[in-house]
């Protein structure tokens, strides 16, 4: 398909090309962190099997609560060997990281996060009225989820991490990469999840927030599956 | 396509969207025809009558008193009701109570076809109740009705009320008055006009008739007005209770003179939880029905009033055209030809002998099957015919139950027979929007082709978003809840714009968040959809917990839009009276300012003075600290403040109401001409947009509900944070395709999500009618017309005229003047082409949309919900289509750029 560039009739100022100075796509490149192995958070398929044998249908919030430790470990553990896997392969970064500080930091800071985290998914739509427990709870697990590997594969880089969205061709970035693909899919997974909500299926695991989460999780891992693949 | 010339590119678009409406109405041509129903009249069966009782009929007069909305809890539910006549009387077994249920379109006229016809409505006549008033085609002269029946036997009948019956049944009654139903600002004055009658027709000396109708509409008003739990509901309810009385003891003194009267006292329709009717909601298909006589000893085992039912469900159900046949045999005349009703059971008590009663029965399934065969062959529905032949031998010995059981299943069978559709029509709509469809998407492909790279990927998305959206109308609950998919798509829309066209820093992601707190404020607004209601809602808590807040946004609403009449655009440019560019401080310059700061201040204070005036008239208190204004308003009328019990008072009051928003009205467009006729003598033309959209807000805060009016505080947030963004994108580099695709995603989003979060679904219940007479003394057509769709599309108009000024006058929404030559409206050889390409693109969304409404709706054409959700869904389209892309988005937008330009 041969895509004629013509200059439009009018247009603002420098165009795009000008803006966008031809040296940025491989610089951006450089800033994001790649892993010398795919590590794909299958223990999240187990978080969601677990988090519905304690019943999550019955008692939304305890539920949620009562896994958080569990879900804090396993965040641990998957940092560390995200960890792992990057020292592997970061040649260039000659500054030694303090590994433990690096992943306690990082669940900390995913706990952190999770209250910008719940008022934007309060002006994405969640209910305001009511259930505001479970809500909370969900931006906890959603942070955990999304925010901790991040965390520790950028190391609390976040200008090298916005500069993902400056680069040509983030899709291929995206998905070349094992952890913004499977947080990157959660996200999106999270967003497709409230699509059965309003359904008239009348199902127990169509109340607020359970379709959102497992959306997440399982996004996580198709995620992850898919950067393998790719 | 490259060399076309724009005049040519022009003339297609415009039959592209010639093409699209011609298939949109030629398609409802095809799928409202009129119903096809058996010409005649009845006759009995067998010769002579099987109702006469010793050969004289069971009751020798008759009045049916419809009240209007009148729902089965308003007179059977202890909380509801506030009848106690009436509770008496059923607890003496003088009334006969049941539930009515109505079949859907809830909707007066159609209810009425039902009531006296017997027959189940088609969903035009709904669209003819709101629509036309002229019509004549809707007489019932030639369709057989208990009123044709009654009549038939020399019997008079006089009419007083709705005049909808006068259409229905043009020069049948002897004495009438007709009121207008349309009326819905007022509540006293339709019904007294009704009753005031009572005084002559209940006196033997001066009037003879052997029916009355009565057909009362206060109730309705006070509904749709205030809702069912309206501080005028309890006053009406006596009122009605009253008039009941007068009729009973007017039966009680025929009664000994050997005349029996018969009272129906029913509900044509019920009304919703707000007050509204049209649909199927429990609320709306279940109205009163009872039936009352001093001749009747009934056994009432529920001793009136009943505690409250969720369900609106007391005492036993029927189906109200189970009426007609009942009538027929209380009064002894052939059950109408086209009824589907089956004669009440608790009333063939009247009769005592089983023989008779079975003959009666016998009677009502003759003229069934005499429907059912003219439908249906032998060939279908053998258990019918089966058992119908059963019936009619004489050998077989058929209990009264048998009989009922019989009458149930063929009154379902013919009931759910679908209207005959006129499939020629149909499918040529049909065609003629795919045509339309596929030829929009070639023309916007072949020119996005031709552009950047990211203007033809943000076209992609735009043509996927239309195409996603459009399946959802192939599901009945996707429709309901619609306003749900437009939460998604405009968050999903938002972000997606957010992360590809804007550049990402803090600034944007600070106007992003103000645009996403600004929609997540809105959505709380009101409740929309079927499935949940809630009083969590910020107009529940501003109308019923906090009016001091409530008016205190109102007036800051005012304000803001005031100030930005004033401060945005030019209009004090074009009424002071020298031009004078040097910037020296003329005295004539400060006159035209004084002239420009007087016109604007006192039109919007009218404006807002007539919301507070609407509000009291509503039965809200206004707050104390408005009260000033309220007094001043009415004392400059010379009217004293009353009891709103008062009839005169609410006369006096509705003049004033109708005459101040006319005065508003009168200014807002005066305002408007002067600014037109200014500009175009100064030749100030840029800045026309901002002007024309900032005082048509003025009129468009003046129609929306009080409650709804600090939402535009909210929409003029989003607008200024949105614009912010756009600038700076323009800065940065966008073009101009981009800008064009961005801003109408934007655009269409903003209009519908705003649309149901005014509280608007796709039914026809929520048609908000309260805001229909601002300024209109009685029902005429097109005004009322105008100001229905003005008042249910606020917010559809207000983001068109926004759309184009983001576009154009970016800079005068941020108030920064000095930048506005940098506009592109100045650009006058871009503003042709830019707004073809503008409005191809949104044809692109409705042309989708409409290919996908009406396959599904002639996919679905037997679906069970075809008459309750989809076809008003197809109401609504036409007017998104019609009304708001091709009147607002294209004429008024085409005549703003174009002409006042």
């Not at chain 1, 499977?182 to 009348?202: E, F, H, T, Y």
């Not at chain 2, 798509?489 to 066209?501: E, H, I, Q």
Request: proline content about 4%.
């Amino acid at each position: 398909m041969a895509k004629k560039t013509s200059r439009k009739s009018v247009s603002f100022q420098p165009n795009e090309s000008e803006v966008n100075s031809d040296a940025d796509a491989p610089e951006y490149k450089t800033k994001v962190p790649t892993l010398a192995y795919p590590i794909i958070p299958v223990q999240n398929l187990f978080l969601v099997w677990d988090l519905f044998r304690r019943g999550l249908t019955e008692h939304i919030a305890e539920t949620l609560l009562n896994s958080l430790p569990t879900v804090a470990v396993l965040s641990a553990a998957q940092g560390y060997l995200i960890t792992l896997a990057s020292a592997n392969s970061g040649k260039k970064s000659k500054k030694q990281t303090n590994v433990p500080l690096l992943i306690v930091g990082s669940v900390f800071m995913s706990f952190v996060l999770s209250v910008p985290l719940f008022g934007a998914i309060l002006l994405f739509g969640a209910p305001l009225a009511s259930h505001l427990t479970e809500t909370f709870l969900l931006a906890v697990h959603l942070s955990f989820l999304i925010f901790n590997p991040l965390l520790v594969l950028f190391k609390f880089d976040l200008d090298a991490f916005v500069s993902v969205f400056k680069a040509e061709r983030i899709y291929r970035l995206i998905f070349g990469n094992y952890i913004l693909a499977s947080s990157l899919v959660a996200v999106a997974g999270v967003w497709i999840g409230v699509i059965p909500i309003p359904l008239d299926w009348d199902r127990p695991w169509q109340q607020w927030p359970i379709t959102l989460l497992v959306g997440g999780y399982v996004g996580s891992v198709v995620g992850g599956a898919l950067s393998v693949l790719f | 396509m490259g060399s076309t010339s724009l005049a040519t590119r022009w003339v297609v678009q415009l039959l592209l969207i010639g093409a699209h409406i011609a298939g949109l109405l030629l398609f409802f041509r095809g799928f409202f025809p009129s119903k096809v129903v058996l010409p005649g009249f009845g006759n009995f069966h067998n010769g002579a009558s099987p109702f006469a009782e010793r050969g004289k009929p069971q009751f020798d007069k008759v009045i049916v008193m419809v009240v209007d909305a009148m729902r089965a809890d308003f007179c059977y539910s202890q909380e509801h009701s506030h009848m106690t006549f009436l509770h008496e009387l059923i607890n003496d077994g003088k009334a006969v109570p049941f539930t009515g249920f109505s079949h859907p379109p809830t909707v007066t006229l159609p209810r009425l076809k039902g009531i006296t016809t017997g027959g189940t409505p088609n969903f035009l006549d709904a669209i003819l109740n709101v629509a036309d008033d002229k019509d004549q085609s809707q007489g019932l002269l030639s369709q057989d009705s208990w009123i044709y029946q009654y009549k038939k036997l020399g019997k008079s009948i006089n009419f007083y009320g709705d005049d909808t019956w006068l259409k229905l049944f043009p020069g049948q009654f002897d004495k009438v008055e007709g009121t207008n139903s349309f009326f819905v600002s007022d509540f006293t004055e339709v019904d007294l006009n009704v009753t005031r009658h009572l005084t002559e027709e209940l006196d033997r000396q001066q009037s003879r008739w052997d029916g009355l109708i009565l057909h009362y509409l206060g109730l309705d008003h006070i509904g749709h007005k205030g809702g069912p739990n309206s501080v005028f509901m309890k006053p009406k309810q006596e009122e009605m209770d009253s008039v009941l009385r007068r009729l009973y003891e007017y039966a009680e003194t025929s009664q000994k003179r050997k005349e029996s009267v018969l009272i129906v006292l029913m509900g044509d329709h019920g009304m919703n939880e707000i007050g509204n009717h049209g649909a199927s909601s429990v609320g709306e298909t279940n109205a009163a029905l009872s039936f009352i006589s001093p001749k009747f000893n009934h056994k009432n085992e529920q001793k009136a009033p009943l505690a409250d039912s969720p369900d609106y469900s007391y005492y036993s159900s029927v189906s109200q055209i189970d009426l007609v046949p009942t009538l027929a045999g209380l009064l002894n005349f052939p059950i109408p030809k086209n009824s589907l009703g089956i004669i009440i059971r608790e009333l063939l008590e009247l009769w005592p002998s089983e023989k008779q009663k079975l003959a009666i029965l016998m009677e009502n399934c003759n003229q069934f099957m005499d429907l059912f065969s003219a439908k249906h062959d032998k060939s279908e529905h053998l258990d019918v015919w089966e058992k119908w032949s059963q019936l009619q031998d004489s050998k077989v010995v058929s209990s009264i139950d048998d009989h009922f059981d019989f009458l149930l299943k063929v009154q379902d069978i013919l009931a759910s027979a679908a209207t005959n559709y006129n499939y020629d029509d149909m499918w040529t709509g049909f065609a003629l929007t795919v045509v339309s469809a596929v030829v929009t998407l070639i023309t916007f492909n072949s020119y996005f082709l031709k552009q950047s790279e990211n203007s033809f990927k943000l076209a992609q998305y735009f043509q996927l978003f239309a195409i996603v959206y459009s399946l959802h109308f192939h599901g009945s609950s996707l429709i309901e809840e619609e306003h749900q998919l437009w939460w998604f798509f405009t968050v999903l829309s938002f972000v997606y714009l957010a992360f590809t066209c804007f550049v990402l820093n803090r600034t944007n992601a600070f106007y992003w968040s103000l645009i996403f707190i600004g929609i997540r404020i809105i959505r709380s607004w009101n409740n929309s959809g079927q499935k949940y209601s809630s009083s969590n809602t910020i107009s529940y808590y501003l109308l019923n917990e906090n009016s001091d807040l409530l008016w205190a946004l109102n007036l800051i609403t005012y304000l803001v839009t005031t100030v930005a009449i004033f401060a945005q655009g030019r209009i004090v440019e074009c009424l002071s009276i020298l031009n004078d560019s040097q910037g020296r401080n003329s005295d004539f310059q400060q006159a035209g300012n004084l002239l420009s700061f007087v016109l604007i201040f006192v039109a919007s204070s009218i404006s807002f003075s007539f919301k507070v005036c609407q509000y009291y008239n509503d039965g809200y208190d206004v707050p104390g600290w408005l009260n000033f204004l309220f007094k001043w308003v009415l004392s400059s009328y010379d009217v004293d403040i009353k009891s709103l019990n008062d009839p005169d008072f609410k006369f006096q009051l509705q003049d004033l109401n109708i005459s101040i928003a006319r005065l508003s009205g009168y200014f807002i467009l005066g305002i408007l001409g002067l600014r037109i006729v200014a500009g175009k003598i100064k030749k100030l033309s840029s800045g026309i947009i901002t002007d024309m959209i900032n005082i048509s807000t003025l009129y468009l805060l003046q129609q929306s509900k009080y409650e709804n009016i600090p939402m535009f505080l909210t929409f003029m947030l989003i607008k200024f944070a949105f614009t912010k963004l756009v600038v700076s994108v323009q800065v940065k580099g966008v073009d101009i395709d981009q800008l064009i695709a961005i801003c109408a995603i934007f655009t269409i989003c903003m209009q519908n999500l705003s649309f149901f979060c005014l509280g608007n679904t796709n039914s026809l219940a929520t048609v908000d009618l309260s805001n229909a007479y601002n300024g209109i003394k009685s029902y005429d057509v097109i005004p009322v017309g105008v100001l229905t769709f003005l008042s249910n599309f606020v917010a559809p108009v207000y983001w068109s005229l926004s759309g184009l000024q983001i576009f154009f006058e970016p800079s005068r929404v941020l108030f920064n003047s000095e930048l506005a030559s940098k506009d592109l409206i100045n650009f006058s050889f871009l503003r042709k082409s830019v707004f073809l390409v503008k409005s191809n693109v949104t044809l692109v969304f409705y042309a989708i949309a409409a290919v996908n409404l009406l396959g599904s709706c002639i996919n679905l054409r037997f679906h069970l919900f075809i008459w309750t959700v989809f076809s008003p869904k197809l109401l609504y389209f036409a007017s998104w289509s019609v009304l708001v892309n091709f009147f607002v988005d294209l004429v008024v937008a085409f005549v703003i750029l174009f002409i006042f330009y």
